[in-house]
């Protein structure tokens, strides 16, 4: 068997899920909207499935679906892509991130990779023989520590992976981030593979893609997710654009890994990507209502909130509360004590930090705000009875 996978606890997601589930608590651990995306989408996906969509989708994807990313790019970013060569559709964001991580690296290449991160990155890296260079967000801020991102830039550093909006932390990096960034990566001839899955999720910050900065447009892997954009996660239809060279070499890795995404939800994710921008404003506004009824609630609770411009995601400092059984009671031991006592689930923030690593954060907690808000109410009405 492959040490490293055999070695890899079950993702914190299906662990708190799981608790949730056996507690009757409220999951406000792992990200899924609890209402479906339009409905429209799931008719043109049933019609699709009725007109014989029911065969091997072509490798790269369908053809209406790589063309209607490309549009979705000149739309929102002025970006010119080519949809033969330049777009992929992937089963998922996370196989998009897991081909394009294969086509960019060699045993013993670096990949710089910021924390708190999502859980897939460090173990594919690892997976292909290569070596995460960790840079840890400095909390309650979530600042990025400039000096220690350039310390992790090296000879042998490949790529950089940047999440924003960024899972679990809310950030949207700023311009001047990103200018940071781009100078990096291009100082050190490297690429940048930028999981935008919550593009369209952002709370009156502006999502900057990396790849429309100078200099960038070659060096950058862009990859969303028709989960978040429609809210649909069990779709699990993804879709990147990359510079042509470097698409040709993902999808080797996809024809191995997946081959084709179900040609039916290709079409109502062409269809979702078209529909006019107020579809993509009401989702940003909508899940901002969720986000503020969460962060005024939690605030008055005692926790302290952590700034969050984007994702379905908040982070909250749990010390405020005065709930912790001792001092030195960790994120995830009050996670789990708040499923069961309280009936309420939460996702511990320690879970996106490399286990071999000192001084991860051992105080903040993980609320996803994706909910009908009488359900956020609930859930703040039972914490307070908790408290
Ligand atoms: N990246 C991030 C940051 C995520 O939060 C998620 C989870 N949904 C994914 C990738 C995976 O997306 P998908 O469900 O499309 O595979
Ligand atoms: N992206 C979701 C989250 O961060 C979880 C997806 C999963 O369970 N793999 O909560």
Redesign the pocket.
Known sequence: LNHQLAKLPT?I??VM?ALATEHGAINL????PDTEGPAHLVEAASAALRDGRNQYAPLTGLPELREAVARSNARFYALDVDPVREVVVTSGA?EGLASSLAALLNPGDEVVVIEPA???YLPMIRLLGAVPRLVRLTPPEWSLPREALSAAFGPRTKAIILNSPM??TGKVFTLEELQFIAELVERHDAYALCDEVYEHLTFGARHIPLMTLPGMRDRCIRVGSAGKSFSM?GWKVGYLTAPAQLAAVIAKAHQNLAFSTAPNLQRAVATGLDQDTAYFDTLSSDMKLRRDILASGLRALGFGVLPCDGT??LTADIRGTGSLADPLETDLEWSRRLSVEAGVTV?PVSAFYDESGEGAPRHLVRF?FCKQPVILQEALTRLEAWL
């Open positions: 993702t997601f299906t899920s651990g792992q990200g899924f996370t999502y859980d897939t899972n679990p996660t379905y995601f996702i996803a």
